[in-house]
């Protein structure tokens, strides 16, 4: 059974930095690619962020190309997400993701997720 438990996110002023950590649990992790979504009140849950496998290749959301940097422990099957000079429209639920099938691409799909957590930019 896929787990995925996230952590760091909180509050935090515009212009500032938080460091988003996600666990996986359940198989080894090493040759499937992995991902940041989130999704604000009102709108649809996005791709983030994205690494393959190798960690060779990754995808980021336009918005936040140049803020966000994605990486991967394979050795520890963590993904963390580094997020820099961050913007109140970053205010959402961040979810870490798997896909079902290995040696994916960064964009997915993904398919499973993990409980979230909340990500407050004040202004």
């Known amino acids: 059974q896929v787990q995925l438990v996230e952590s760091g996110g909180g509050l935090v002023q515009a212009g500032g930095s938080l460091r988003l950590s996600c666990v996986a649990s359940?198989?080894?992790?090493?040759?499937?690619?992995m991902g940041w979504f989130r999704q604000a009140p009102g709108k649809d849950r996005e791709l983030v962020a994205g690494i393959t496998w190798t960690g060779t290749s990754t995808y980021y959301a336009d918005s936040v190309k140049g803020r966000f940097t994605i990486s991967r422990d394979n050795a520890n099957n963590t993904v963390t997400l580094q997020m820099k000079s961050l913007k109140p429209e970053d205010t959402a639920v961040y979810y870490c993701?798997?896909?079902?099938?290995?040696?994916?691409?960064?964009?997915?799909?993904?398919?499973?997720w993990g409980q979230g957590t909340q990500v407050t930019v004040s202004s």
């Open positions: 359940g198989r080894t992790f090493s040759k499937y690619a």
């Open positions: 993701a798997v896909p079902e099938v290995p040696f994916g691409q960064s964009q997915g799909p993904y398919d499973y």
